[in-house]
């Protein structure tokens, strides 16, 4: 298995706005005119009408929108070139900003009706996104209801809402535990052995760790970093394995509370750090650089790191395996999806509609893991023994079963409210339970206020 890596920052930028190609001239030949066929019978009007007649069809362009990932920048613009020759009269057009200024680009462009045709966005963005008008259902005839959870995993229907699918993926990403094989080794314990609970996630960790005679840490046993990939582990993982739930099934209230499961979680969490000293936040910047580095020996993160480690540390030795558990087994899933923006119609919506199914098809999905790292997003795709049996893949695909996507309505605050209630303990020395009590009762106001706009559409 081959998996390629996200290159240095770089951009493809291609001209905002849409753009129509059409191949019927006029008399002259300098300009571009419609196809209507004129009425006479005369000489000059049956030569133009058969002209018109034996005249290409109509081009269609069409804007495709991505962040600046470079290893999916690389893809895409490969894929646009093989859709194009499948496709010779539709044109695909790739436009990339920097993630921190991804979607205000949206909200700026969609409303009057300019930018995307089709756009990339997190799956956590579709609450606001479709709340202000920004995106159109996905068309019934190419992805239906049935068709969609028939071929996709469950956790897709978060792209449902009011009824309707608004997005669909690509590929998927699922957390699971990353751990440094020579460390194991060096602090005495087995490489094929990771933690497989949480009780020995802490006592691996304490013998993986080393810190200086000034008390600085030189490794940590676990990377420990909240406002990256662990506030996803506490509420799609930590939670459910604690025995608790994340939300409703109608998504409007947060469940963290109506169990011990929540507060065990959290603090469970804070403790790696706080008093089992595991690791500490921004140690060499963040976790996955210190582990890329050899400066943490675990690190909770995502397959789709698997492409960054084979070209920044290509002679790591590392490992891949489940997310240790507790009472149950449970991990966090996410997801990338394309969508179609509001304002597509016609020819350009059934451009569009082949374009995400290309980008859907198995074909796509495969070329995807082996260049970015993500994981397919249909069943029958990510399931074949090719990538079940992977090393480095398999330990994912493997929690896919049990996986659990967090429904948004405002990702950004929803992680700012965590990461902040993390450091009001860890910094400020407030009670856990003090700490806890807040980050339910701003997230659940932050459910209120969205559930309470949207019944009064």
């Not at 920097?98 to 009706?113: F, H, I, M, R, S």
């Not at 995993?153 to 809402?161: S, W």
């Not at 030189?218 to 939300?247: C, M, S, T």
């Amino acid at each position: 298995m081959t998996i390629y890596n996200r290159t240095t920052k770089g951009t493809i930028v291609s001209s905002l706005g849409f753009v129509i190609l059409l191949t019927g001239c006029s008399a002259g030949g300098s300009q571009p005119t419609s196809t209507s066929v004129a009425t006479s019978t005369s000489p000059s009007a049956t030569q133009s009408a058969a002209a018109t007649a034996a005249s290409p069809a109509e081009k269609v362009t069409i804007e495709y929108w991505q962040y600046q990932f470079p290893a999916k920048v690389d893809l895409i613009t490969k894929l646009i070139a093989d859709f194009q020759k499948q496709n010779p009269n539709i044109e695909v057009k790739q436009t990339n900003f920097p993630y921190d200024q991804y979607n205000e680009k949206v909200a700026t462009l969609v409303p009057a009706g300019k930018g995307p045709d089709v756009i990339n966005l997190y799956y956590g963005w579709l609450p606001k996104y479709v709340a202000s008008g920004y995106l159109q259902p996905l068309p019934d005839s190419a992805f239906s209801e049935d068709k969609i959870k028939a071929e996709f995993f469950p956790f897709v229907d978060t792209a449902k809402l009011n009824g309707k699918y608004y997005a669909i993926p690509t590929a998927v990403r699922t957390l699971a535990l990353f751990y440094n094989k020579d460390l194991f080794t060096k602090a005495g314990l087995d490489p094929n052995k990771p933690p497989a609970t949480w009780d020995e996630l802490v006592s691996q960790g304490k013998k993986l760790t080393e810190k200086d005679k000034n008390g600085q840490y030189v490794v940590e046993g676990l990377a420990w970093q909240p406002n990256a990939q662990l506030h996803h582990w506490f509420r799609d993982a930590l939670v459910y394995q604690a025995g608790g739930k994340d939300i409703s099934d109608d998504r409007r209230k947060v469940l963290w509370k109506e169990t011990p499961a929540g507060l065990e979680a959290f603090k469970y969490l804070i403790d790696l750090s706080f008093v089992h000293q595991l690791g500490t936040k921004d140690f060499y910047n963040d976790d996955i650089t210190a582990f890329k580095g050899g400066h943490a020996a675990i690190t909770i993160d995502g397959s789709f790191q698997l492409g960054g480690i084979k070209k920044d540390a290509p002679n790591l030795n590392y490992a891949i395996a489940p997310l240790p558990s507790y009472k149950d087994k449970a991990t966090q899933v996410s997801f990338w999806a394309n969508a179609i923006t509001k304002n597509v119609q016609g020819k350009k919506l059934e451009a569009a509609t082949k374009f995400l199914q290309f980008l859907t098809s198995k074909e796509v999905q495969e070329q995807w893991v082996e260049k970015v790292g993500e994981l397919p997003a249909k069943k029958d795709v990510a399931l074949q023994d090719i990538y079940k049996k992977d090393e480095k893949l398999g330990p994912f695909i493997s929690q896919l079963s049990y996986a659990h996507a967090h429904y948004f309505v405002d990702e950004k605050l929803e992680k700012d409210y965590f990461t902040d209630a993390v450091d009001q303990v860890v910094l400020n020395k407030v009670p856990y339970e003090k700490a806890y009590d807040e980050l339910v009762a701003k997230t659940q106001k932050l459910y209120d206020e969205y559930w309470a706009k949207q019944d009064k559409k």
